[in-house]
């Protein structure tokens, strides 16, 4: 099985738990990230029966920073 997620400025966060085989793949911006996203979405996964203890979260890659111009403002 091959699962893809594009993504520019974005990152794809992916989901997974071996043991259930649930597999979870989101689109977020920064704002989302610096919000708290990737857990809100970890335990929206626990109420349909995922054990978070066995889940591997990763922030897949994206635009780097060489390549995205970020005012101080945000970085601020």
């Given at each position: 099985?091959?699962?893809?997620?594009?993504?520019?400025?974005?990152?794809?966060?992916?989901?997974?738990?071996?043991?259930?085989?649930?597999?979870?793949?989101?689109?977020?911006?920064?704002?989302?990230?610096?919000?708290g996203i990737a857990g809100e979405i970890?335990?929206?996964?626990?109420?349909?029966?995922?054990?978070?203890?066995?889940?591997?979260?990763?922030?897949?890659?994206?635009?780097?920073?060489?390549?995205?111009?970020?005012?101080?403002?945000?970085?601020?």
């Amino acid at each position: 099985m091959l699962i893809t997620a594009y993504s520019a400025d974005c990152v794809p966060v992916s989901y997974y738990d071996p043991v259930s085989a649930w597999i979870y793949i989101i689109h977020a911006g920064w704002r989302s990230i610096a919000r708290g996203i990737a857990g809100e979405i970890a335990k929206g996964l626990m109420k349909e029966g995922v054990n978070i203890h066995r889940l591997f979260i990763t922030i897949d890659p994206s635009i780097g920073f060489a390549r995205y111009q970020v005012n101080q403002d945000i970085i601020d």
